[in-house]
């Protein structure tokens, strides 16, 4: 017969920084239509950008048995589980500096976390305690797997590691796009958070699962502009990484992680003065650019039937769902009345969850249909929160809006109504 399917080495749930492989922002959950807040916290960052407090850079990542694991700012403690029921510490981890924070922890089937800061890739298990540790120079934004189940990440100065996930073995030498690239990283994190030039690699690779061809974005010193590039790496008959194409059709950068669709056909990306790309996977050609209006802040979220919804750039920008209908992208719904203040996830049963503004630097949580854009409920973010940074969904459907400012809050589906 057959053979079977290999297993995934990702584990059920939203276990990948962009919930996936392929970047897509989006939860095979059901989604409840009616939420209220389970619980929030509030964590006390150690590093402020101007006046800004920087406390969580990302969403959390969560496993099977619903363990929330947070990388943050906060002292001393830039890694932790927390239970997902009530929110409270389980353990944290000394062993991760302040980098951590630009990466959300990787989980896989065998119940590791991964995760990077700025000195080396940390390897854990769910209690904690370190499995291995591998040097690295620079600070990858969140790493993947590959179809073969090896960890794979690039380096914000474009060093790009293949490693074994039970040991940290190099199945290759590193890649250097920037050979000799040294990787202080205090030089270039506010740029990785915005995609500029002093950030070569600013954001998460994406990989099909498929056919072990990664996609992700890069800025080649001295070029005018930020690409996409194509790359496959393959294990027989023996582990490599070969260049497949190179799309240098970024202007300004990007601060979005490229997104792949379900069917490993299309990339979409965002560049940093008005528009998302949605490019060929496999030649890297450009299918449709598509007019957003503005630079946007993070990657897009994007449905298994090509609903597209970008995140706004830091600013309030219209809460709107874009879908992709081949030769150009049309425009679903739009709502001007809701200043959009985070990525908007997307679930199964056609739900959007999206940080709205509410005035004076407060948020709150909007639930609304997917297709028609419909609002279902509506709920306050607990205390002063700027923008959300990636909301994240548990297996049970729990949704977790993380702040820019230190805040997290919990959402469930809502009890049903007595008799």
Same mark, same amino acid.
Request: glycine fraction near 10%; proline fraction near 5%.
């Given at each position: 017969g057959p053979d079977p399917e290999p297993a995934s080495p990702y584990a059920e749930g939203w276990s990948a *920084?962009?919930?996936?492989?392929?970047?897509?922002? /989006?939860?095979?959950?059901?989604?409840? !239509?009616?939420?209220?807040?389970?619980?929030? &916290?509030?964590?006390e960052g150690s590093v402020h950008i101007g006046p800004l407090e920087w406390t969580i850079n990302l969403g959390p990542t969560i496993d099977p048995d619903g363990r929330v694991y947070l990388t943050s700012?906060?002292? +001393?403690?830039?890694?932790?589980?927390?239970?997902?029921?009530?929110?409270?510490?389980?353990?944290?981890?000394?062993?991760?500096? &302040? /980098?951590?924070?630009?990466?959300?922890?990787?989980?896989?089937?065998?119940?590791?976390?991964?995760v990077a800061d700025g000195e080396a890739m940390h390897a854990f298990d769910a209690d904690g305690n370190v499995l291995w540790e591998v040097p690295i120079v620079g600070v990858p934004l969140s790493a993947q797997f590959t179809p073969e189940g090896r960890l794979i990440f690039i380096t914000h100065v474009g060093n790009i590691h293949v490693l074994d996930r039970a040991t940290g073995q190099a199945m290759l030498p590193t890649v250097e796009l920037i050979p000799g690239?040294?990787?202080?990283?205090?030089?270039g994190m506010v740029a990785c958070a915005r995609g500029t030039e002093d950030c070569? !690699?600013? #954001?998460?690779?994406?990989?099909?699962?498929?056919?072990?061809?990664?996609?992700?974005?890069?800025?080649?010193p001295g070029t005018p502009q930020a690409g996409v590039r194509a790359m496959q790496y393959t294990e027989e008959p023996e582990p490599a990484i070969t260049e497949l194409w190179t799309n240098d059709s970024l202007p300004g950068g990007s601060a979005s992680s490229p997104d792949l669709t379900t069917d490993g056909s299309r990339l979409y990306? #965002?560049? #940093? *003065?008005?528009? *998302?790309? !949605?490019?060929?996977a496999a030649s890297g050609e450009e299918a449709w650019?598509?007019?957003?209006? /503005?630079?946007?802040? +993070?990657?897009?979220?994007?449905?298994?039937?090509?609903?597209?919804?970008?995140?706004?750039k830091r600013g309030p920008e219209p809460a709107a769902r874009h879908r992709d209908a081949g030769d150009t992208a049309e425009l679903a719904w739009r709502h001007d009345d809701m200043a #959009? &203040? +985070?990525?908007?996830?997307?679930?199964?049963?056609? =739900?959007?969850?999206?940080?709205?503004?509410?005035?004076? /630097? =407060?948020?709150?949580?909007?639930?609304?249909?997917?297709?028609t854009g419909e609002e279902l409920d509506r709920e306050p973010i607990p205390g002063t929160s700027v923008f959300s940074v990636g909301t994240t969904v548990g297996p049970d459907g729990t949704i977790y809006v993380p702040t820019i400012v230190g805040g997290l809050a919990a959402f469930g589906p809502a009890a049903p109504a007595g008799p």
């Open positions: *920084v962009h919930a996936d492989a392929a970047n897509t922002d /989006y939860s095979p959950v059901e989604g409840a !239509a009616d939420v209220t807040l389970a619980w929030h &916290r509030d964590f700012t906060v002292a +001393g403690c830039h890694l932790q589980a927390l239970d997902g029921a009530t929110g409270e510490t389980l353990w944290c981890s000394t062993e991760v500096d &302040r /980098y951590a924070v630009s990466s959300s922890t990787l989980l896989d089937s065998d119940g590791r976390l991964f690239a040294t990787g202080d990283p205090a030089g070569p !690699a600013a #954001n998460t690779l994406s990989v099909d699962m498929d056919t072990g061809r990664f996609f992700f974005t890069f800025w080649a990306v #965002n560049d #940093n *003065v008005d528009s *998302v790309h !949605a490019l060929d650019s598509f007019p957003i209006g /503005y630079a946007s802040g +993070g990657s897009p979220s994007t449905s298994p039937d090509g609903l597209i919804m970008p995140e706004p #959009n &203040r +985070g990525i908007p996830t997307q679930t199964a049963g056609d =739900r959007t969850y999206a940080t709205v503004d509410a005035g004076r /630097y =407060r948020n709150e949580l909007v639930v609304l249909d997917s297709t």
